[in-house]
């Protein structure tokens, strides 16, 4: 048997902080919980299962998370981790998951109503994704400073070391604009069972929107040019 030799740079030794952990573990829990609620009250409000969906397909889109954190060199810190899952050696806490489900959710419930009426003109999307660059980068300040997750080795746009590479903002915007469009797209011949089908419409666009914005990063830092 060969044995594959890659050259990752081997992540920093971390550990999760105490009490920050369990903080975001309840504030993301609630929100996570207030948007899948608030899913129930546009339910019926358009009397369709579509925004509840969309929340529990914010939720699936999960798997992302160490795909994207073992090719972008980043981790949440193993030791102390309140885990739910661990893929491509990476430790995804249930924090991560609240976040998923929060964030996603509150941008598919946003666009839903423009999904129905077919009324997001080019404006009101690249507005949408300004808002979502801008939020992204705010939000990381403080948990990139606390060690909640940890950025490491070479990152493009990495202007200080208190704050997310901004490369990252626009592509974690890109994954969920990307699933909301595969939404859209795919809402008018959805009928009965088949919208069951927006579940899977998450993770697919997250991974399109995340690797088809950002291979171009992925494949540099992992490089030998970025040595």
């Known amino acids: 048997i060969n044995n594959l030799t890659v050259n990752f740079p081997v992540p920093p030794p971390a550990a999760m902080p105490e ?12 929100a996570a919980l207030g948007i ?6 546009m339910a019926k409000k358009y009397r369709s299962a579509v925004p509840v969906l969309m929340v529990i397909a914010a939720g699936a889109a999960i798997p992302l998370e160490p795909i994207v954190g073992f090719l972008g060199h980043v981790i949440h810190p193993a030791d102390g981790s ?4 661990e893929s491509s050696t990476r430790v995804i806490p249930w924090h991560m998951f609240f976040a998923y489900v929060a964030g996603f959710g509150t941008m598919y419930l946003a666009l839903f109503p423009k999904m129905l009426n077919g ?15 801008a939020l992204y980068i705010l939000i990381e300040i403080y948990p990139v400073q606390a060690g ?8 493009p746009l990495w202007l200080w070391r208190g704050m997310a590479p901004l490369t990252w903002s626009f592509m974690n915007t ?16 959805m009928r009965g069972w088949k919208q069951l089908l927006i579940v899977p419409l998450a993770p697919m666009g997250a991974l399109m929107g995340h690797l088809g914005s950002g291979w171009p990063m992925y494949s540099i830092i992992n490089s030998s040019a970025a040595s």
Request: aromatic share 22%; net charge neutral.
């Open 19 to 30: 009490p920050l952990q369990t903080v975001f573990f309840w504030i993301t829990g609630v």
């Open 36 to 41: 899948f609620l608030y899913s129930f009250l």
């Open 82 to 85: 309140i885990r739910m899952f």
């Open 119 to 133: 009324s997001a003109t080019p404006k009101f999307v690249w507005t949408t994704c300004a808002v979502g660059v």
């Open 148 to 155: 909640l997750w940890v950025y490491y080795d070479n990152q």
């Open 174 to 189: 890109a994954c969920e604009i990307m699933g909301a469009a595969l939404m859209s797209l795919m809402l008018p011949y």
